[in-house]
């Protein structure tokens, strides 16, 4: 034997079975190989009782019977089986998003209206910024004014 990961060339000399063994059940062929297709192979008259083997189970689970709703396969559902008067359910992220757009659009009114507190706020700014202004241009044209008048005293 040579040293190394395989005993042999893995692509060395290769088995094949003959029909014959393939029938019988003790050909060197894979497990995968089914009596079934053996038969289809042969093609014989014969006819075997080919019991189903259950599905192997790990652990309990060929005991005990457990209704996980995660294991549970996909159904497709068709296009003619859809029913579309039936209301999708929101998922919590999705209501709750809708929510909060709702509550801004409603302060954002109460907010035009100045009934908030921000608002009145904002318009007690504005009013004494407006008498700001309005002092500031009252004086602007009282100095305009008195420059006007003295220059027309200084033609004179």
Known sequence: MGRGKFKGKPTGHRNFS????????TSTRPRTFKRGEAQDVVEESEE??????????????????VQNPNLAKVKNVKSKDVDIERKTELSRREREEIEKQKAHERYMRLQEQGKTEQARKDLERLAIIRQQRAAAAKKREEEKAAREQKKAEARK
């Open 18 to 25: 003959s029909p014959d063994d393939i029938a019988a059940g």
């Open 48 to 65: 075997e009782e080919v019991e189903e083997e259950p599905e192997k189970r790990k652990g309990t689970e060929g005991f005990i019977e």
